[in-house]
Nanobody
Framework: QVQLVESGGGLVQPGGSLRLSCAAS????????MSWYRQAPGKQRELVAG????????NYADSVKGRFTISRDNANNTVYLQMDSLKLEDTAVYYC????????WGQGTQVTVSS
């Protein structure tokens, strides 16, 4: 079965960095585009970044462009989200996701940006 397991969240001060990881299994990772979404308290879940199967194409929400970088390691079935220059408004639960007929989600990892 499809499994997506996120890790790397935590508490960080404004301006700091975190690197999220998502370990994937149960499907052909190297053939699948991957995405990161986030959901802040009281807000709808939103797309943060996406990456094509070969990493040749990436896309970002305007709010994170220039600060976040999505990447992947197809040899290890892992997708990453490097988050730099974090802001208070980046506080959210971050989810790894893949669309395979239907969309599958990980359990999420909490990122809290606070001074």
């Amino acid at each position: 079965q499809v499994q997506l397991v996120e890790s790397g969240g935590g508490l960080v001060q404004p301006g700091g960095s975190l690197r999220l990881s998502c370990a994937a299994s149960g499907f052909t990772f190297s053939s699948s585009a991957m995405s990161w979404y986030r959901q802040a308290p009281g807000k709808q879940r939103e797309l943060v970044a996406g990456i094509s199967s070969t990493a040749g194409i990436t896309n970002y929400a305007d709010s994170v462009k220039g600060r976040f970088t999505i990447s992947r390691d197809n040899a290890n079935n892992t997708v990453y989200l490097q988050m730099d220059s974090l802001k208070l408004e980046d506080t959210a639960v971050y989810y790894c996701t893949v669309q395979l007929g239907r969309r599958y989600w990980g359990q999420g990892t909490q990122v809290t940006v606070s001074s």
